[in-house]
Each structure stands twice: as structure tokens, then as C-alpha cells.
């Protein structure tokens, strides 16, 4: 039986999108695996100290921002008959996988040997990392050039990411203490192979199910690095986006990152992390179609000055109220989370507009390129802030495991506060001048089209 050509387009672009935004859970596998567990299995695992175990993580995620930028610049170069960016996610999975494994192994070495060792696998892992993330990043352009279909995509990776964090961060510990039998080392192991093995499966039905549109041009034709950055270096739209969303990362950890202290030390409520970061996280997930839904509607730039204003009137409502309950704290959260929930859909979204902003500007396409700069710059500014937040805690007197004084636990709230209400009000300004909407974007397309070859 035929069937209808708009029902047939309909399961096409639906199979596309799910099989696009799964890749991300497998994403999400190991980026909040490191970010949530590493650190912990240096310190009490291995054995080593808080300060090598901080040096090795820092060490790993600069290595990781460098890379980013010249993995994309190849990625753009690379083409096969599976196109320019899923060969690198689909040979690449498994070297990542058996990478995850291995940085979740206690070697049996000591002193500067174990130090090294650490550091050397760290970088193997971040480097299999890179190969895989910036390609499944940069398919969002090369599956299409339509506005909202980029937003609905993002919706489905942002949905998958946000469940592949929920799932590390609840099962994480089960699966050690289960499989460990009491011995975390061994826990260990078993978690890293469980989720490389999940990972590697489900990047595979991105690679299978995705299709990419083929380049215009060779990659002899593709532009020097040095007109790839003359290019980017004039696209003011992702400067705009670049800072809006860098600013309000840096700011938004100051609040996220002492939530658990502030929890324990200011609320006495440490027995409730677990149902606090639920609270959060789940609002956040379940925000995500809400705002992409609002995006198509309202258009990128007004959804999200309207949810910057929502997360300015949150962050207000958590500095001015005098927060001593429960669910006084998963009320505010609640209305925190949801906030939030529009700034991976939208910013996902927004980005490879900008990249037909850039060809239309310049004549030049960077894709890859664009965004191995961008998670170079995020992975910058996140270790950036870190090192601000430590310095912070240190001198309003924050002393871990201890009884806090009035003053800082004031001093605490004022940061988790003030700070983030100054980024979201930074990013709201600078989207206001933000200048692509879906009728400049149809615009671009179609001017872009036209100076193709066989159109002149």
C-alpha cells in the first residue's frame, strides 16, 4: 500500500531526528560520568590526593579544549562515501569505549608512575572523546539547513543528553556496589564497561539511521584555517550567541555547584541531596519541550530572552526569600530548572544558523570548525569559573565538613545569587541584538543558493 507522501515525509524526519538526538545519551554516558565520578575515584578509589587528582582533571580538560578545534577543522575535510562526519563517530566508539574502561581501572603503580599513568590515560580518553563529540555536534548542519527543523532536532538530542545524565547519575553507584561486591575497584570497571557497551550500540544506530547532505565543494576547495578564523571572526550573530551562552555557563555554576553545600551547610537538609538534584534535573528535562515548542512558535530570540527573564525572576526569588523548608527549596528549584531548560535547545539551535550567517557574510562555510572553537571556549570558561568559584569559597571562609559561620553561609547565598542574576541579565542583552530570525535565516538560504554554480 503507498502511502501518502506527507505521512512517508513525516516517519523520515521523525526516524532522523530520534536516531540524531539518541547519539547524545551516549554522549552524556561519558561526559557526566567524568564530570560527576572521576574526581572521587582518584581521591578514594585509587588513593590518590585531592590536589594530584584535581591536576590530572584540569590537565585532561585542557587537553580536551585544544583538540576540539582541530578535530573539527579535519572532520570538515574528511570525505567518504558515509560522509565528512559519521565515519569519526562510527570508528571511534569503540576506542572511546575501551578508553572509559581503561580510565576507570586502579593500575597498580605508585608515586610519579601512578601520576603519570593516570594523566596519560585521562588524555587518551579526552582525545577518543573529541574524535566522537565534535563530529555528532557538527551533524546538526549537515542534516539540514531548515531553522525549525534544526530546533526540533536539538530537542531530541537535548531530551536524550538530559537522560543519559539522569541515568549515570542514578545508576552509577548501584552498578558499582552491585557488580563490586563491596570492592569499588572492581565496581568500577563493570561501570565503564556497561555504559562504553550502551554507548557503542547506540552510537551505532545514529550512524546507521542518520543521513548526511553532501558538501557543494571539495575539501581542496574548503578555506585555510586562516580564512576560517578571518570568517568567524566576522560573523557577528555567533559572537553573540558565543557570548551570551559562555557568560551565562560561567555564572550558572556558581549557583550549581554550591547547591549541595548550601543544602548541607545553610539547610541542614544533606539527607535530601538525591531528591533535591531530582527536583532540578527533572524540571529541567521535562521543560525541554515546552521551550522548543515556544522557539518555533515565538522564534529563537524572543523564547529566549523570555526564558531569561523567567531565570532572572528565579535567581531573585532565591536571593530575596528567606529559604528554611524542603519544598520551599524544590519550589524555587522548580521554577529554576524550567528556566533553564530552554538554554541547550535554543543555543544547539541557534548556532548553525550562524553558520549560513558566515557563508553569506564571507562566502565561506565553517561548520566543524565553528564548533570545535565553541566547545573549546565552553570547556575553557567552565575550568575558568572552577578556579574562580575555589578561590571564592576560600575567602568568604567556606571550610568543608565543618559548622559554617553567618557570614558565610550569607556570603554563599549572595554567590549562588548575585552572580548568576548578572550573567542572565548580560545574555539578555546581548540577544536582544541578535539579528537572525526564520524570515533573515529564509533569506540567507535562499541568496546562498543562488551564487552556487549552476544558479548563476
Request: aromatic letters at 18%; charged letters at 15%.
Amino acid at each position: 500500500m503507498n502511502l501518502n507522501p506527507a505521512i512517508k515525509e513525516f516517519f523520515r524526519a521523525n526516524k532522523a531526528r530520534a536516531a540524531y538526538g539518541i547519539g547524545d545519551y551516549a554522549i552524556c554516558l561519558y561526559w557526566s560520568g567524568f564530570s560527576l565520578y572521576l574526581l572521587y575515584f582518584y581521591t578514594d578509589v585509587v588513593g590518590i590526593s585531592p590536589l594530584m587528582a584535581g591536576w590530572i582533571y584540569a590537565l585532561g580538560i585542557a587537553w580536551d579544549a585544544v583538540t576540539d578545534p582541530f578535530m573539527g577543522y579535519m572532520a570538515e575535510r574528511t570525505r567518504t562515501k558515509m560522509g565528512s562526519y559519521r565515519p569519526y563517530i562510527f570508528y571511534g566508539s569503540v576506542p572511546l569505549a575501551l578508553s572509559f574502561v581503561l580510565l576507570l581501572w586502579v593500575p597498580p603503580f605508585e608515586g610519579t608512575f601512578l601520576f603519570i599513568f593516570l594523566l596519560l590515560v585521562n588524555l587518551i580518553h579526552r582525545t577518543c572523546f573529541t574524535v566522537v563529540s565534535v563530529p555528532y555536534s557538527s551533524l546538526t548542519a549537515r542534516i539540514t539547513d531548515d531553522s525549525d527543523e534544526r530546533t526540533k532536532l536539538t530537542t531530541a538530542r537535548m531530551l536524550a543528553a538530559a537522560a543519559g545524565t539522569f541515568s549515570i547519575s542514578g545508576l552509577a553507584f548501584p552498578i558499582v556496589l552491585f557488580f563490586g561486591g563491596g570492592e569499588e575497584a572492581l565496581g568500577f570497571v563493570y561501570l565503564g564497561l556497561i555504559a562504553g557497551f550502551t554507548a557503542v550500540a547506540i552510537l551505532s544506530v545514529t550512524v546507521f539511521f542518520v543521513k548526511e547532505r553532501s558538501f557543494e565543494f571539495t575539501k581542496e576547495e574548503l578555506p585555510s584555517f586562516k580564512n576560517v578564523f578571518k570568517s568567524v571572526t566576522n560573523n557577528y550573530p555567533f559572537w553573540i550567541v558565543f557570548s551570551a551562552i559562555l557568560i551565562l555557563i560561567s555564572t550558572y555554576l556558581m549557583f550549581n555547584n554550591n547547591l549541595i553545600y548550601f543544602t548541607k551547610y545553610a539547610l541542614n537538609l544533606h539527607e535530601y541531596q538525591g531528591k533535591i538534584l531530582a527536583y532540578l534535573s527533572g524540571a529541567n528535562l521535562a521543560a525541554i519541550p515546552i521551550w522548543a515548542f515556544l522557539a518555533i512558535k515565538l522564534g529563537k530570540k524572543n523564547t529566549w530572552m523570555l526564558s531569561m527573564t523567567l531565570l532572572f525572576i528565579g535567581f531573585c526569588i532565591f536571593y530575596l526569600y528567606p529559604i528554611s523548608e524542603l519544598n520551599e527549596l524544590l519550589f524555587i528549584l522548580v521554577f529554576i530548572g524550567f528556566a533553564n531548560g530552554a538554554t541547550g535547545v535554543l543555543f544547539w539551535s541557534m548556532l548553525p544558523d550562524t553558520i549560513e550567517y558566515g557563508e553569506w557574510k564571507t562566502g565561506i562555510r565553517t561548520e566543524s570548525s565553528l564548533y570545535g572553537f565553541m566547545t573549546f571556549a565552553q570547556k575553557g570558561a567552565i575550568a575558568f569559573a572552577a578556579v574562580i568559584l575555589g578561590m571564592i569559597l576560600t575567602n568568604i571562609g567556606f571550610e568543608p565538613n565543618e559548622v559554617q559561620t553567618e557570614q558565610t553561609l550569607e556570603s554563599l547565598k549572595d554567590l549562588m545569587s548575585l552572580i548568576p542574576l548578572i550573567g542572565v541579565f548580560i545574555s539578555f542583552v546581548l540577544v536582544y541584538f541578535y539579528p537572525i530570525d526564520r524570515e533573515f535565516h529564509k533569506k540567507l538560504i535562499d541568496e546562498i543558493n543562488l551564487r552556487k554554480p549552476e544558479n548563476v
